[in-house]
Every structure is written in C-alpha cells, then in structure tokens.
Nanobody, 122 residues
Framework: HVQLVASGGGLVQPGGSLRLSCAASGDTISRYCMGWFRQIPDKEREGVAA???????HYVDSVKGRFTISQDHAKHTRYLQMDGLNPEDTAMYYC?????????????????WGQGTQVTVS
C-alpha cells in the first residue's frame, strides 16, 4: 500500500513562507485524493486543502489565497506552498491520501497518513 512522508516544516516569522512536501512510495500519488491537515494539541485535526486525482483543488476559507497545492508527477510528490503565514497557522501538519474524495478536507475520510511535520510561526 502507499506510504507517505511529509517534510518541509520549520520555524518561520509571521508573513513568511514554507513549502511542505508529501512524497509517496508504493504507489503513484496522483491516483489518489490527497489532503493536507493540521492539528494543535487538544484540538481536532482540521482540513487545510486537498487535491483530487483529476487535479481539482479545495481550500478551507482560512487559507484561501495564501496556500497552494501543487504536484510533481515524476517525483510522486505533492506540495503545499504556504505564504503569508501567521501564528494561527502554527500546528503539526499531516498529509493523507484516499482512493476517493468523498469529503476532501475531512480527516475521517482518509485512511492513509504520513507522519507530521511541525510548522511554527513566531
């Protein structure tokens, strides 16, 4: 089955940018619906953005205009470009995939998860 590795997190100042990567092995990531999620302690994991296998993208309102999903088919990797970061974006970020996009930005709709990568805006 597909395995995911998320990377690219770090510490950035408000207004700065980071690019997260989600690399897949064991299968072709572009075949899947993929979502980016984030979680802070004692809070539920929340959806941030998602991309369907046909390239259709979804963004939650809080990140529209600031975050962008892209993909590199050759590298089996999808990215989350995050611009205009603010302290409220601080969280552990996760990528996840599922065969069907039944609920693209809903965590419980996904079964395959990568490990998290920490994003801190301060």
């Amino acid at each position: 089955h597909v395995q995911l590795v998320a990377s690219g997190g770090g510490l950035v100042q408000p207004g700065g940018s980071l690019r997260l990567s989600c690399a897949a092995s064991g299968d072709t990531i572009s075949r899947y619906c993929m979502g980016w999620f984030r979680q802070i302690p004692d809070k539920e994991r929340e959806g941030v953005a998602a991309i369907e296998s046909d390239g259709k993208v979804h963004y939650v309102d809080s990140v529209k205009g600031r975050f962008t999903i892209s993909q590199d088919h050759a590298k089996h990797t999808r990215y989350l470009q995050m611009d205009g970061l603010n302290p409220e974006d601080t969280a552990m970020y996760y990528c996840a995939v599922e065969w069907h996009c039944t609920a693209p930005t809903t965590a419980r709709a996904y079964n395959y998860w990568g490990q998290g990568t920490q994003v801190t805006v301060s």
